[in-house]
């Protein structure tokens, strides 16, 4: 089935206006990332070329039918043979085969075998590649709305700190504070327009990612949803890695047309059978006005018996296919083992992180709301509101990044057990 087909809707959200500006949900981005993704394109066309692939393994199983002609313009001189005279003549002949295999030594039932593994290994390719895509799109979104959200944060920080910096100039040329609280001031504003320099460049750069992985515009991007429908323990999770894993499967397949590709190779020692019928026609051939017809039905054999070592290679080199490729097999499954315990552990790790951060921003806020009263009051010195502006900008700034990477943990766990 297409790839594409998973949001058939995407392509009507996507050819509605090349610059596509309007709220979008984490579901719309990933659907217009699939429509438009190259790598989902080329994964499909890679599928299509084994299906093809596999249509010409099956054919050599299916009758054949050929014909050969050929025509000329001549002289010819039978030198008095039958008292015929020398005479232009317009040689042809054409002939009709058709022709049935009977027994290939086991080649085209490897053949088609060796097809259908590389048809198979194609799909969870394609499947992988999508998997691929739908976790880069949901860390590309959280990223665009973290991206966004610092901006903001650290626009308003600059601001505060240069309003901070204005109003110590101010007391210090009243007399009122020190000229150290005007240096403070001044370099945590520095410091400020810095971070926003850096916020600004990472949203430039989120939005290109982001454009580049959906084709759309980050506008009005709304929130980051609960996570998705996760496996309820680890076990679950691995369970259904080991049995639905595209990369694992695709490990599998591989071992399967390595063992046809193998049994091909030995089949080449065995002869082939086949049955044919053929009719022919040759006018002008051996004399002027020549003419016979032909009908042959029959068996037709081939059998190499020796072939200079040909045979005897290929069979060692497709021996040693097969070894590597359960290699790579097992190879996989324990990296798919080590992959998906880390990934179930890194979604409970950044649940835990967004709930600390959302539980830090808040105390953050209620401490920076305290520390403007007691500095107002003379309580504290100016040095503990730089600090609190600072802490709760930062505190906030991770809350929207620890929101992206819960969500991307997620969705990389789901690509891992095959659930994108």
């Known amino acids: 089935m297409s790839l594409r087909r998973a949001a058939p809707w995407a392509f009507a959200l996507i050819l509605a206006s090349p610059g596509l500006a309007q709220a979008t949900t984490l579901e719309e981005a990933?659907?217009?990332?699939?429509?438009?993704?190259?790598?989902?394109?080329?994964?499909?066309?890679?599928?299509?070329?084994?299906?093809?692939?596999?249509?010409?393994?099956?054919?050599?199983?299916?009758?054949?039918?050929?014909?050969?002609?050929?025509?000329?313009?001549?002289?010819?001189?039978?030198?008095?043979?039958?008292?015929?005279?020398?005479?232009?003549?317009?040689?042809?002949?054409?002939?009709?085969?058709?022709?049935?295999?009977?027994?290939?030594?086991?080649?085209?039932?490897?053949?088609?075998?060796?097809?259908?593994?590389?048809?198979?290994?194609?799909?969870?390719?394609?499947?992988?590649?999508?998997?691929?895509?739908?976790?880069?799109?949901?860390?590309?979104?959280?990223?665009?709305?973290?991206?966004?959200?610092?901006?903001?944060?650290?626009?308003?920080?600059?601001?505060?700190?240069?309003?901070i910096e204005r109003q110590a100039r101010e007391r210090f040329r009243a007399g009122e504070t020190p000229s150290t609280d005007v240096a403070q001031a001044a370099s945590r504003a520095a410091e400020a327009r810095a971070d926003l320099a850096r916020a600004e460049g990472m949203q430039v750069s989120a939005r290109a990612r982001y454009r580049n992985l959906t084709g759309l515009e980050p506008v009005d991007l709304q929130p980051i949803p609960p996570n998705p429908p996760l496996p309820a323990s680890l076990e679950d999770a691995m369970a259904t890695a080991l049995g639905a894993s595209p990369a694992l499967r695709r490990a599998q397949a591989d071992v399967e047309a390595a063992e046809a590709g193998a049994r091909a190779a030995r089949g080449e020692r065995r002869p082939t059978v086949s049955a044919f019928v053929e009719a022919g026609s040759v006018r002008d051939q051996f004399f002027p006005d020549y003419r016979a017809d032909s009908a042959t039905v029959g068996i037709r054999g081939r059998w190499t018996l020796f072939s200079g070592g040909l045979t005897s290679g290929r069979i060692a080199e497709t021996a040693a296919d097969v070894r590597a490729a359960l290699a790579r097999l097992r190879a996989a499954r324990m990296g798919l083992e080590e992959q998906v315990l880390s990934a179930w552990q890194d979604i409970h790790t950044a649940e835990l992180v967004a709930q600390a951060s959302d539980e830090q921003g808040a105390a953050a806020d209620q401490a920076l709301t305290s520390v403007r009263h007691e500095v107002r009051v003379g309580l504290k010195p100016q040095i503990d509101l730089l600090n609190a502006e600072r802490e709760a900008t930062a505190a906030a700034a991770a809350a929207a990044q620890a929101r992206t990477a819960r969500i991307v943990a997620a969705y990389r766990l789901r690509a891992l057990i095959g659930s994108a």
């Open 30 to 163: 990933i659907a217009a990332a699939l429509a438009h993704a190259p790598e989902i394109a080329a994964a499909e066309a890679e599928a299509e070329a084994a299906e093809g692939r596999l249509q010409q393994a099956r054919s050599a199983r299916a009758p054949s039918l050929s014909l050969n002609g050929t025509v000329g313009q001549g002289w010819l001189d039978p030198k008095a043979f039958f008292g015929l005279d020398a005479a232009d003549v317009t040689p042809r002949a054409a002939q009709l085969t058709l022709e049935q295999p009977l027994f290939t030594g086991g080649r085209a039932a490897a053949g088609i075998a060796r097809a259908r593994a590389d048809m198979a290994a194609a799909e969870a390719g394609g499947e992988a590649v999508q998997g691929q895509v739908v976790t880069a799109v949901v860390q590309a979104y959280g990223d665009m709305l973290a991206a966004d959200e610092v901006l903001r944060l650290y626009r308003a920080l600059a601001a505060q700190m240069t309003e």
